[in-house]
């Protein structure tokens, strides 16, 4: 389980070097962290469970009003965006996107990067 933690953590650290990802985690559906790339003020454990629960509500609303399987879920602040998106059956990728990134961008590269943590995690 250590050396998958070290890939998946890979995959997270190569996502922030992009410049339009500041930190981002995967989690499981039921909102326990499996590996993240965070800093220091932000507690994983907090996020990833705020994260399940806003992709929760946003699939339940989705289906109850025919819109479709969910997407991604965006949380626009002052201070920057929170965006998560399914990783697999289980787990999402949750990400921090600092307020003046091209959020467009950091889509693309989130859904590259929860194809791959998908295939590892299957």
């Not at 705020?50 to 991604?72: H, N, R, T, Y």
């Not at 990134?101 to 590259?112: D, P, Q």
Request: aromatic residues 2%; proline residues 1%; glycine residues 12%.
């Amino acid at each position: 389980m250590a050396e998958m933690r070290q890939e998946l953590e890979a995959v997270l650290a190569a996502l922030r070097k992009t410049g339009d990802v500041e930190a981002s985690a995967i989690v499981r559906r039921d909102g326990l962290i499996i590996a993240s790339d965070m800093p220091a003020f932000v507690d994983s454990h907090t996020l990833a469970a705020m994260a399940a629960s806003l992709v929760g509500a946003g699939e339940g609303s989705a289906g109850e009003l025919g819109l479709g399987k969910f997407g991604q879920a965006v949380v626009e602040s002052a201070e920057g965006k929170l965006v998560a998106v399914g990783a697999g059956e289980g787990s999402l990728l949750v990400c921090l996107v600092g307020k003046d990134a091209n959020l467009g961008m950091a889509l693309v590269n989130m859904e590259k990067s929860a194809k791959k943590i998908a295939e590892m995690l299957s």
